[in-house]
């Protein structure tokens, strides 16, 4: 498989060396553990003679020759984490430079992948409109805001869409990389993780910080704190509504639109957070927590962790 990576200036070093090493260490595997496979002949490609990575390492890349035509194209995440700083990076010369390349790439039939932050460079591309994909969670209001017609599902770690595949936040980059390996062995693919020592992670929904998104919109802030006060009650979509002097329309679509949540999924999302909380730091039965956070029993709290975080009461309790 002929995988090109796109390194940009100012990339996320650990998303661009994490893919370098799970790719290199899957060649090794393959040949000492005598596993058939065709294996991964990767090159790096930049837009510019040279490149630092955000922390300022340079970087040996092959400058970008229009009609190359790898199997895989791969975008690791600029450096630029928060949105002040990463609105203005897209818009640099050589990050616009970069999505000419990727949409040259796929009309020759690549396929491209991207993880984190390298979500919103393929995005740029248009090459992501219609189709599903997933991005870093704490940007997931600018994500919507800035590409609203690409079905984005930050929940989920990795989402192929047709040609596309993207991978949620950080370290979700050695998630893309065993996914490409899987494709062609899932043994090797499996050893890898093994020798890395990477876990499963399906879900970006057990790092969520649901307070985080809510600063995205200030209605959504006033509804974050009202329900973190009134935790322990029923609560309804219209006792919400009423409460922050808006109508439940508004509130549903305002919360649609900034994090992809109805406020009802938002409220047990809260619930869950609170509870795993009150888990690891507290000594309160299940029961007594379950009451806590609104739930009326702790069968119906055991069941939610369970669906919501792939983990059980002992495990978080642990």
């Known amino acids: 498989m002929n995988i090109t990576i796109l390194a940009l200036e100012g990339c996320f070093d650990t998303g661009l060396t994490s893919v370098l090493d799970a790719l290199s260490t899957a060649n090794e595997l393959a040949r000492v553990m005598g596993i058939k496979t065709a294996g991964y002949e990767v090159s790096v490609v930049g837009m510019r003679g040279e490149v630092r990575t955000a922390q300022g390492l340079r970087v040996p890349v092959t400058p970008y020759r229009q009609g190359t035509q790898p199997d895989w194209v791969i975008v690791p995440a600029l450096g630029s984490k928060m949105a002040e700083m990463l609105v203005p ?10 999505v000419a390349a990727l949409r040259d790439w796929a009309a020759g039939g690549a396929n491209l992948a991207a993880a984190c932050i390298g979500t919103f460079v393929l995005a740029e591309s248009g090459l992501l409109d219609g189709g599903e994909a997933t991005t870093t969670w ?18 989920r770690m990795i989402i192929p ?5 993207t991978a949620g936040a950080g370290f979700s980059h050695v998630d893309l990389a065993l996914w490409l390996i899987r494709q062609g062995n899932p043994e090797l693919a499996s050893l890898v993780a093994r020798y890395l020592i990477v876990d499963t992670r399906p879900s970006q929904g057990t790092y969520m910080i649901p307070a985080h998104l809510a600063h995205a919109d200030p209605l959504i802030e006033r509804f974050d704190h009202w329900v973190r006060d009134h935790l322990d009650e029923p609560l309804t979509l219209e006792a919400a509504a009423a409460a922050l002097a808006t109508s439940k329309r508004t509130l549903t679509r305002r919360m649609r639109d900034t994090i992809g949540k109805t406020p009802i999924s938002y409220i047990q999302d809260l619930r869950i957070e609170r509870a795993a909380h ?5 000594d309160h039965s299940v029961e007594r927590i379950a009451g806590m956070v609104g739930y009326a029993d702790g069968g119906t709290l055991r069941t939610l962790l369970r669906r919501r975080l792939g983990r059980g009461v002992r495990e978080l309790r642990r």
Request: charged share 30%; aromatic share 8%; glycine share 6%.
């Open 89 to 98: 990076a897209l818009d640099r010369p050589d990050v616009r430079d970069g």
């Open 138 to 155: 704490w940007l997931t209001p600018l994500f919507r805001q800035r590409y609203p017609r690409v079905r984005l599902d930050a929940q």
């Open 161 to 165: 869409s047709g040609k596309m595949l």
């Open 278 to 282: 009150l888990l690891k730091t507290s």
